[in-house]
């Protein structure tokens, strides 16, 4: 089955420096690669997702890039804030199903202002 | 989107003893997902429950220990049965949005600590 290796476990950066999370999968069939936040205490949201077909995609001050070749892809925060502080999960995915979908170990972001 | 209910929010539980997880959704959904999530770990999928058939159960997780039933198209149940101290846990229902992007949309959890 699938496997997801995230990078790092924890990551502190200063208020407006950049934050990058690095995932590796094994399953080359795998197509579709979400982003989840995970706030303290709270349900995980959806923050950025990318299929296979394409190579980056960015939402603001978060980018998320596809390496299908090398089978890793990051989260890219610029211009961090404090809210951004969470856990990110990344997972991955053969078609959109849900149980499909397979969980990095997850990221705890902490940025100091 | 979708708005998950889910019940109880936590609760302190004694060794041997069973409990049953609600999950209520405010629109029909196929399949709806049970995910337990360790403390400081990763969400793992236990289980993916469909109304009129009986839940399909990951690698590692087996109906005995954690029972599902899926009555409707809104709401789910999951019990922790004979729960042990690595049984402490959140629990966490989820389904996928209605226009089907892939999409999961999680209930708040149900933290599950038991003594």
């Known amino acids: 089955g699938e496997n997801v290796e995230q990078h790092p476990s924890t990551l502190s950066v200063q208020e407006g420096d950049s934050a990058v999370i690095k995932c590796t999968y094994s399953?080359?069939?795998?197509?579709?690669f979400p982003w989840y936040k995970q706030e303290l205490g709270k349900r995980p949201q959806l923050i950025i997702d990318?299929?296979?077909?394409?190579g980056e995609k960015k939402d603001q001050r978060i980018a998320v890039t596809l390496n299908k070749t090398a089978k890793h892809f990051s989260l890219h925060i610029t211009e961090t804030q404090p809210e951004d502080s969470a856990v990110y999960f990344c997972a991955a995915a053969r078609g959109i199903g849900g149980n499909m979908l397979t969980f990095g170990g997850g990221t705890r972001l902490m940025v100091k202002p | 989107s979708a708005v998950i209910s889910q019940k109880p929010s936590r609760d302190i539980c004694q060794r041997g003893t069973s409990l049953t997880i609600q999950c209520q959704v405010d629109s029909q959904v196929t399949m709806m997902f049970w995910y337990r999530q360790q403390p400081g770990q990763s969400l793992t999928l236990i289980a993916t429950?469909?109304?009129?058939?009986?839940?399909?159960?990951e690698s590692g997780f087996v109906i005995d220990k954690f029972p599902i039933s899926r009555p409707n198209l809104t709401f789910s149940t999951l019990t922790v049965s004979n729960m042990s101290p690595e049984d402490s846990s959140i629990y966490l229902c989820?389904?996928?949005?209605?226009?089907?992007?892939?999409?999961?949309?999680f209930g708040e959890g149900s933290r599950l600590t038991v003594l």
């Open positions: 990318i299929r296979s077909n394409v």
């Open positions: 429950a469909n109304q009129g058939s009986e839940a399909t159960y």
């Open positions: 399953d080359s069939a795998s197509n579709y």
């Open positions: 989820s389904v996928r949005g209605l226009l089907n992007t892939g999409e999961l949309f």
